[in-house]
């Protein structure tokens, strides 16, 4: 399908006879942005490197702009790539400017768009030192200003905000905001997940190398059950005290109470706290990424303890 752009089937990959990824099944669609979550060793950065072609599949398909990343026909989509590794490393003596300018090159990006995206990602003032002086935060910057050389079709950016201040956080997220408007699919990785949520358009995440879950955080939320966080504020105290409400208390203080309840129950709570005259404020937090992320990782490792018990038998 044309507006597909990274198409996964049943992939997997082993090392050695190790099963480091299996039965990966993926359709990211123009302009989409996925977050990839998982713990260390899940299988994040051999997907990536699975999607660009750098490593061979062990079962299963990869196709990316319609053609698989390994064959020759992929050379034309390769500069519609961009590619930010986990751990960025450049040519040390180089300056900045001439690291961007050597890339710019080998990716025949217009000259001009080398000072610009230097001065996006706030490296102007360093672009003539040679990157050997640059600090962790700014070799990341400019490892960013190289994956978005060429205005890429496709970016695979791994741990994008390692070492990034908050501010420079800040504008990364709003430069793939603007790539997805120009129709730019994304798929990120990372460890920091709060604040990643607003700019995802679907997660997936992966536990031992198995997907454990994929779908827009509604869709996750819906299938995870999991309840939703009420705070309520004038209760002085009060006995919450309805069993059919089905209510879980967490705090119950003069100041401020706080809640969990099933999605099922909200509204009969909502209308329940209401009917209390000293309420002045209440605020319903829907289940967030990191607790979605805990959640599915619990359900992997409760898994593999069943599994595990089971071979012991
Ligand atoms: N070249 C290799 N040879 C053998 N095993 C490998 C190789 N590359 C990766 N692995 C193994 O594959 C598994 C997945 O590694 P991968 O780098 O994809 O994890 P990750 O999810 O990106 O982890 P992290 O969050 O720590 O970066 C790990 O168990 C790792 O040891």
């Given at each position: 399908m044309k507006d597909i752009i990274v198409s996964l089937k049943e992939l997997g990959k082993n090392y050695n006879g190790l099963d480091v990824l299996q039965n990966i099944n993926l359709d990211l669609k123009a302009g989409e942005v996925l977050g990839l979550f998982g713990h260390n060793g899940a299988g994040k950065t051999t997907m990536m490197k699975l999607i660009l072609g750098v490593i061979e599949a062990s079962s299963g398909s990869v196709n990316v702009f319609d053609v698989a990343p390994q064959s020759k026909q992929a050379w034309h989509s390769r500069k519609k790539i961009g590619y930010l590794p986990e751990n960025v490393s450049f040519y040390d003596h180089l300056t900045g400017l001439e690291v961007l300018t050597y890339f710019a090159r080998l990716k025949t990006s217009p000259k001009p768009q080398v000072k610009q995206l230097l001065e996006q990602v706030g490296l102007t003032h360093a672009i003539n030192r040679p990157v050997k002086t640059y600090s962790k935060g700014m070799r990341q910057r400019l490892g960013l200003a190289q994956a978005f050389l060429g205005e890429p079709k496709l970016l695979l950016l791994d741990e994008p905000t390692v070492g990034l201040d908050p501010i420079a956080t800040k504008e990364?997220?709003?430069?793939?905001?603007?790539?997805?408007?120009?129709?730019?699919?994304?798929?990120?990785?990372?460890?920091?997940?709060?604040?990643?949520?607003?700019?995802?358009?679907?997660?997936?995440?992966?536990?031992?190398?198995?997907?454990?879950?994929?779908?827009?955080?509604?869709?996750?939320?819906?299938?995870?059950?999991?309840?939703?966080?009420?705070?309520?504020?004038?209760?002085?105290?009060?006995?919450?005290?309805?069993?059919?409400?089905?209510?879980?208390?967490?705090?119950?203080?003069?100041?401020?109470?706080?809640?969990?309840?099933?999605?099922?129950?909200?509204?009969?709570?909502?209308?329940?706290?209401?009917?209390?005259?000293?309420?002045?404020?209440?605020?319903?937090?829907?289940?967030?990424?990191?607790?979605?992320?805990?959640?599915?990782?619990?359900?992997?490792?409760?898994?593999?303890?069943?599994?595990?018990?089971?071979?012991?038998?």
């Open positions: 990364f997220y709003l430069s793939v905001d603007n790539l997805k408007s120009k129709g730019a699919s994304v798929i990120l990785c990372s460890h920091v997940l709060p604040g990643v949520e607003q700019h995802i358009d679907r997660a997936m995440i992966l536990a031992g190398g198995k997907m454990q879950a994929l779908g827009t955080l509604n869709d996750l939320r819906n299938q995870a059950d999991l309840p939703v966080n009420i705070a309520a504020h004038g209760l002085n105290g009060a006995v919450l005290d309805d069993p059919k409400l089905n209510l879980h208390l967490i705090k119950n203080t003069s100041e401020n109470s706080q809640l969990q309840v099933p999605e099922q129950n909200k509204i009969s709570v909502l209308k329940h706290l209401l009917a209390y005259d000293n309420i002045t404020d209440i605020h319903l937090d829907a289940p967030t990424l990191e607790q979605l992320y805990q959640h599915y990782l619990n359900k992997h490792d409760q898994q593999k303890n069943v599994t595990k018990q089971g071979t012991q038998l």
